[in-house]
């Protein structure tokens, strides 16, 4: 059967940072024919683009009356979480696993062709560190290779460690792939290792050692910072890039892929990056432009 790209799209967390990024993004998509982006409570303006509309629903609900808002619709682009920070609790951790497994579960009854899941580099966190950063080499970070959710730093304040917002992520991978797996050919997912993604202009030199977005670049004075600094930005994605990944997620023709759900690294093209970029340029055509060392002119 020949492959027909998706056109009708729901988007989760649409009002956040990275939803009204990729709800801009498929507007100008010329396949797109209609948007609905869906959030807990906090819903856009009204847009002059008619293909546009907005709902509201708790997702942790299974039988919420967001469920209607699938009917008739070809994707989904699932960001929303509970607590869409690294510092997400165990608690917060599990309930975003609710939302996607009852997001998941819905769209499978409800027709929905293709289901992108926004992961994260966290899932590979502990490749940042020794000892499995030793045998690590620039495009090592395959999705072939063993998970290590959580990714341990200094944000200036504390110690960060984001093992539970990883995990979920992990576990929504896993879920995506068996629910593809076990959907008899009608639903195929990608799930997406989004790196970092900063509100607003996403400018690359506000990346530090620290993580965090703290009014520039402070001076990486140890081994540990210097290994941070870089661990960071080379998990930058443009804003350009962002949209890319996602049209190629919503649009690509699953008929080559080894399975029906599949995972891609979601990273610029930095220099001497760790993440693989190949596997993503062929399962479904993602090709980044972007480079932080060269926009850094470093």
């Excluded at 020949?2 to 009204?20: E, K, M, Q, W, Y």
């Excluded at 100008?28 to 982006?37: D, E, F, M, N, Y």
């Excluded at 009852?102 to 409800?110: D, E, Q």
């Excluded at 495009?139 to 290779?145: C, F, N």
């Amino acid at each position: 059967m020949d492959f027909a790209i998706p056109s009708s799209v729901l988007v989760t967390g649409a009002a956040g940072n990275l939803g009204r990024k990729l709800v801009s993004a498929l507007l100008q998509a010329p396949w797109c024919r209609r948007v609905v982006g869906l959030d807990l409570a906090a819903v856009p303006e009204s847009s002059a683009d008619d293909r546009l509309s907005f709902v509201t629903g708790d997702l942790t609900d299974p039988a919420g009356s967001w469920v209607e808002a699938l009917v008739g619709l070809d994707a989904v682009v699932h960001l929303a979480a509970e607590n869409p920070d690294v510092d997400a609790t165990w608690l917060q951790a599990a309930r975003s696993f609710d939302m996607t497994a009852n997001l998941g579960l819905a769209a499978a009854r409800h027709g929905v062709r293709r289901f992108v899941f926004a992961s994260s580099n966290h899932v590979m966190g502990g490749y940042k560190d020794a000892p499995l950063a030793d045998r690590l080499r620039p495009s090592g970070l395959t999705a072939t290779l063993p998970p290590a959710p959580g990714t341990r730093w200094h944000d200036g304040t504390r110690q960060q460690d984001s093992t539970a917002y990883a995990t979920a992520k992990l576990m929504g991978e896993r879920f995506c792939a068996a629910m593809a797996a076990g959907s008899g050919g009608s639903l195929t997912s990608v799930a997406l290792r989004i790196g970092w993604a900063q509100p607003g202009d996403n400018r690359p030199d506000t990346i530090s050692h620290a993580g965090s977005v703290i009014g520039g670049l402070p001076e990486a004075d140890t081994p540990e910072a210097r290994r941070d600094l870089r661990w960071f930005r080379g998990m930058w994605l443009s804003n350009p890039d962002l949209a890319a990944l996602a049209l190629a997620a919503v649009s690509a023709d699953p008929s080559a892929w080894p399975q029906p759900g599949i995972v891609v690294n979601g990273v610029s093209n930095n220099r001497d990056t760790d993440w693989d970029l190949a596997s993503g340029a062929r399962l479904i055509g993602y090709r980044p432009g972007s480079d932080l060392f060269a926009e850094l002119n470093l």
